[in-house]
T-cell receptor, first 117, second 114 residues
Framework: EPEVTQTPSHQVTQMGQEVILRCVPI?????FYWYRQILGQKVEFLVS????????KSEIFDDQFSVERPDGSNFTLKIRSTKLEDSAMYFC???????????????FGPGTRLTVL | KQEVTQIPAALSVPEGENLVLNCSFT??????LQWFRQDPGKGLTSLLL?????REQTSGRLNASLDKSSGRSTLYIAASQPGDSATYLC?????????????FGKGITLSVRP
């Protein structure tokens, strides 16, 4: 069964450093998202991406964050200058898109645990 | 703003018991609702997805129902097993956008005792 993959599984970084989290979506999926989950808290939406541009973003997704799909396969989340409060599990999510018989089921990757020291 | 609530936060039951997990949401204008399972330190696995026009969905020992007008969904687990121990999350997608974001509840951590 096709699945979303993410690398690395765990990233440790110093405060102020840049990190790039990578995701390989399911091959025919068209919509891509990043969510995060701070330990003990709700899963929260960061950003959605379609047709090579951001379609929606949350208040969390400020200028320190960016997303891109540089080569048509990998989907990346960059945090320019990490803060302690960025420590969380980051999930890449993809779906096929409405009207394609999928009912828009969202498929989660296994996550990247980011630890900012 | 949509709020999703799951109560209680934790539940412990003996093996074999049938159980119901509840989810409520404040804005009934939803596109669909999805139940997920999360094992400790892991990602989310989709269990069931219910469209706003549907009343329930079934998969094996799991049955999810949706009452959109009252803002409620339930996940029924039949004949619970220790392997069902996990956190169960409910998430809703707004009716305004078929591909827009999910809003999650905090989850119910289920422990099934052998």
């Amino acid at each position: 069964e096709p699945e979303v993959t993410q690398t690395p599984s765990h990233q440790v970084t110093q405060m102020g450093q840049e990190v790039i989290l990578r995701c390989v979506p399911i091959s025919n999926h068209l919509y891509f998202y990043w969510y995060r989950q701070i330990l003990g808290q709700k899963v929260e939406f960061l950003v959605s991406f379609y047709n090579n541009e951001i379609s929606e973003k949350s208040e969390i997704f400020d200028d320190q964050f960016s997303v891109e799909r540089p080569d048509g396969s990998n989907f990346t989340l960059k945090i320019r200058s990490t803060k302690l409060e960025d420590s969380a599990m980051y999930f890449c999510v993809t779906n096929l898109g409405a009207g394609r018989g999928s009912y828009n089921e969202q498929f989660f990757g296994p996550g990247t645990r980011l630890t900012v020291l | 703003k949509q709020e999703v609530t799951q109560i209680p936060a934790a539940l412990s039951v003996p093996e074999g018991e049938n159980l119901v997990l509840n989810c409520s949401f404040t804005d009934s204008a939803i596109y669909n609702l999805q139940w997920f399972r999360q094992d400790p330190g892991k990602g989310l696995t989709s269990l069931l997805l219910i469209q706003s026009s549907q009343r329930e969905q079934t998969s094996g020992r799991l049955n999810a129902s949706l009452d959109k007008s009252s803002g409620r969904s339930t996940l029924y687990i039949a004949a619970s097993q220790p392997g069902d121990s996990a956190t169960y999350l409910c998430a809703v997608r707004p009716g305004t956008g078929a591909n827009s974001k999910l809003t999650f509840g905090k989850g119910i951590t289920l422990s099934v005792r052998p």
